[in-house]
């Protein structure tokens, strides 16, 4: 449904007259049998569809959102990356920014897309949901031109991976003796792909006509995996990152962390053929035990072809654990200077902060078996505080804020860890003070357009793994990234002011760091943490509490009526 206003838009320096439309959906949450590897399962579905259905807006729209929750689970829906200025009630975290919808209840977003384009997605954030519970959320340029020839057709591509088994069940298992629910496959837009068992007819294809160039909209929707992805015998022509343009960069392999989306070119060059776009993880560690080392796959199919003539040709991917090609994927990109809604780096930094991000271990309940070393729990944390939602309390985070209330969180998030280690290389697995990490609801405040610049590093105190750091409501700069503990005499010199990549998930590398710097624009509440979903659950998180500006223009409105309550 389109209603038309006018506002007006400035574009590549026109101001032009142009409409801004209000977008309007009703999802229907509710449990589906849906059949993989030869197996029905129970999910929770939006509108019975898996993945979820497709949000198409253009950036200066209104988004209206009704969600009527038929399922069993309390249920909250995030936007992931759009900016919700001063709409953090319609961020959709559960005991962040509301409490869920419960079943038979609803709750309508609402809120408005401005100041970004490209790929972004939606997904449930209560519990393990957002395996099922997600969908693609894409911003169309208000001007109809993108900074690139103008593709011939979109096609989405949402990797995600599925559980031969009741999931959540399985998850609430893992939580209890703190380990993981693996995967058993990778999807490619829900389908595992034709080298599972009965999966040969459950195989993504996508028909492409030779010489034509389709904008492939890729989306890491993956519960806990960073994902290479590539497409035999062709190359991508990355044009987006996280809904920010990129200066163009070519290559014949990507990865996204999980969070992440890539917009990238693909130009049907080759001979008229079929070939095999497939998706495996990178990740450090060893499969099958801490994560999932299959490897899913769809075909492209070039008009004309006769596809019983020959097998599709395979593209070869890398290792796992190939972190040099992982690395320089990920910090290879760079923003596209002038581009629609492109931001220079703010330049004078008003709040440092140095951050560890890493995990750790939780003593185990007596009488359980529990899955990590040393027959405790898997923890993790940031600064060595293990977040715990505020479940229980009666209210979300941001509605303690705006009502003031005290009890439910505390402002006391460290800006640095409290003792200085070899955070990356140290054997520091029997350090008692430096594996347990005391359980908190920590937040940091920030002034209302304080500028940030936040050092993540990530710690080897367990096991060094690559932590993807998402930081809601905003998007950052990432200035630099490297391996090693972090030098800040040493390291400054590596950092790019002038056209950094613009992210709202940067991937911290396993034993490395990552510099980022963002302005907080954005009066409420914004959940910050891993997107692993394991390590956000282990505590690999906390919140910004942005501050009211000085008027009322720049202060956080009252909360929807129709808010659920507790
Ligand atoms: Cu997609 Cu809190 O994240």
Redesign the pocket.
């Known amino acids: 449904m389109k209603l038309l206003v006018f506002a007006v838009a400035a574009a590549w320096g026109l101001a032009l007259l142009a409409s801004a439309a209000i977008v309007e959906h009703t999802f229907h949450i509710e449990n589906k049998i849906v059949k993989r590897m030869c197996h029905e399962q129970v999910i929770v579905v939006a509108n019975g569809q898996f993945p979820g259905p497709t949000i198409h807006v253009t950036e200066g729209d209104n988004v209206i959102i009704h969600v009527l929750n038929n399922s069993p689970y309390n249920i909250t829906l ?1 936007w ?1 990356g759009i900016y919700q200025r001063f709409t953090s009630w319609a961020d959709g ?1 559960e005991y962040i920014t509301q409490c869920g919808i419960r079943n038979g209840h609803k709750f309508t977003y609402k809120f408005k897309v401005i100041g970004q384009e490209g790929t972004l997605f939606w ?1 449930a ?1 209560s519990f393990g949901l957002r395996a099922t519970l997600h969908g693609a959320f894409i911003i169309h340029p208000r001007n109809g031109r993108y900074p690139f020839p103008k593709p011939y057709h979109q096609v989405p591509i949402i990797l995600g991976d599925w559980y031969d088994t009741n999931f959540l069940d399985a998850l609430e298992d893992a939580l209890v003796v703190g380990g993981v629910a693996v995967s058993n496959a990778y999807t490619i837009n829900g389908f595992p792909g034709d080298l599972f068992n009965c999966s040969q007819n459950q195989t993504f294809k996508m028909k492409v006509k030779h010489g034509k160039t389709y904008l492939l909209r890729i989306i890491n929707a993956a519960l806990n995996n960073n994902l290479f992805f590539k497409i035999a015998n062709h190359k991508f022509t990355v044009v987006a990152t996280d809904a920010s343009y990129t200066k163009p960069y070519v290559t014949d392999i990507i990865i996204l962390a999980a ?1 992440q989306t890539l917009d990238v070119l693909f130009k049907a060059d080759q001979p008229t053929g079929s070939y095999y776009m497939a998706a495996s993880p990178y990740g450090v560690g060893m499969p099958p035990d801490l994560f999932d080392g299959t490897m899913t796959r769809g075909i492209v199919v070039y008009d004309g072809h006769n596809t019983r003539a020959s097998r599709p040709i395979m593209p070869l991917l890398p290792p796992f654990f190939d972190t040099p090609t992982s690395f320089k994927l990920f910090s290879n990109l760079t923003s596209l200077i002038g581009a629609p809604h492109w931001v220079p780096v703010p330049p004078n930094v008003d709040e440092r902060m140095f951050i560890t991000v890493g995990i750790g271990l939780d003593m185990c309940p007596a009488n359980v078996n529990c899955m990590g070393p040393l027959n405790q729990k898997f923890s993790a944390n940031m600064n060595n505080e293990s977040f715990v939602l505020p479940k229980g309390k009666g209210k979300s985070i941001l509605e303690a804020f705006y009502y003031n209330v005290s009890g439910v969180y505390t402002t006391d998030f460290p800006d640095n860890p409290p003792t200085v280690f070899d955070y990356t290389y140290g054997n520091l697995t029997f350090n008692v003070s430096l594996i347990h990490s005391p359980k908190s609801t920590k937040v940091k405040k920030l002034k209302f357009n304080s500028t940030v610049e936040i050092v993540f590093q990530n710690t080897g105190v367990l096991k060094a793994q690559s932590h993807p750091m ?1 930081i ?1 409501g905003h998007s950052f700069h990432v200035l630099a990234q490297g391996f090693g503990n972090y030098n800040a005499v040493r390291d400054k010199k590596k950092f790019n002011l002038v056209n950094p990549q613009v992210r709202n998930t940067v991937a911290v590398p396993a034993g490395g760091w990552a510099v980022i710097r963002f302005q907080a624009n954005n009066p409420g509440v914004w ?1 910050v ?1 891993c ?1 692993v979903d394991d390590h956000q659950v282990w505590g690999l998180a906390t919140a910004f509490v942005v501050e009211n500006g000085p008027t009322p223009e720049t202060s956080l409105p009252p909360p929807p009526a129709d808010l659920p309550k507790c």
Do not use: Q
């Open positions: 995030h992931h975290v997904h954030h969070g998402h809601h959940f943490h997107h």
